[in-house]
Antibody, heavy 119, light 110 residues
Framework: EVHLLESGGGLVQPGGSLRLSCAASGFTFSDHGVNWVRQAPGKGLEWVSGIGGDSGYITYYADSVKGRFTISRDNSKNTLYLQMSSLRAEDTAVYYC???????????WGQGTVVTVSS | QSVLTQPPSASGTPGQRVTISCSGSNSNIGSKHVSWYQQFPGTAPKLLIYRVDRRPSGVPDRFSGSKSGTSASLAISGLQSEDEADYYCAAWDDGLNGGVFGGGTQLTVL
């Protein structure tokens, strides 16, 4: 069974940094692209970033996080990361990692980790 | 403002057929596949439809997707009370070189 488990969320001050992790199991991690999607309190879903599978690890970012967030993966540890810096109040959200089977088609999701940016 | 436009709400009675629309542009829906997600409060989204009209295993055939030009639709037939949830469309956008979601539609079963 496919399983994704996020960790690393918490309370951080504006301008601070945080690194999220997503541990994957139940499938061949390197065969799939993986993404981060977030949801601010009471708001809709927002795609944040994605990284390809074994073929070159191409990365993609939403304009709202470009230059501040960095996505990476360690296939030897079956883990996805999101390094977040220069955090803003508007980055406050539940952050989900998700496995993709096609462009923007995410068939498995983690339970989410909460990031709160506040002083 | 979301790149993909959905009605904020929709409703129907049990057994009815309901359609949720998703409007985009040539850089996303017009040239890319569309996916649809169902989300209940406090839980992660669930993939309902991908590649416009394909259903992952386990998704009932009451759910169907279609696309015409720069718009897509999710249809739910034989509406059930447990279908009451938020629904989101999504697609890749070549102009943004990134993914985009619709703003979401809250479905109420009357």
């Amino acid at each position: 069974e496919v399983h994704l488990l996020e960790s690393g969320g918490g309370l951080v001050q504006p301008g601070g940094s945080l690194r999220l992790s997503c541990a994957a199991s139940g499938f061949t991690f390197s065969d799939h692209g993986v993404n981060w999607v977030r949801q601010a309190p009471g708001k809709g879903l927002e795609w944040v970033s994605g990284i390809g599978g074994d073929s070159g690890y191409i990365t993609y970012y939403a304009d709202s996080v470009k230059g501040r967030f960095t996505i990476s993966r360690d296939n030897s540890k079956n883990t996805l990361y999101l390094q977040m810096s220069s955090l803003r109040a508007e980055d406050t959200a539940v952050y989900y990692c998700a496995r993709d089977i096609d462009w923007l088609s995410f068939d498995s999701w983690g339970q989410g980790t909460v990031v709160t940016v506040s002083s | 403002q979301s790149v993909l436009t959905q009605p904020p709400s929709a409703s129907g009675t049990p057994g009815q057929r309901v359609t949720i629309s998703c409007s985009g542009s040539n850089s996303n829906i017009g040239s890319k596949h569309v996916s649809w997600y169902q989300q209940f409060p406090g839980t992660a989204p669930k993939l309902l439809i991908y590649r416009v009209d394909r259903r992952p295993s386990g998704v009932p055939d009451r759910f169907s997707g279609s696309k015409s030009g720069t718009s897509a639709s999710l249809a739910i037939s034989g509406l059930q009370s447990e279908d009451e949830a938020d629904y989101y469309c999504a697609a890749w956008d070549d102009g943004l070189n990134g993914g985009v979601f619709g703003g979401g539609t809250q479905l109420t079963v009357l």
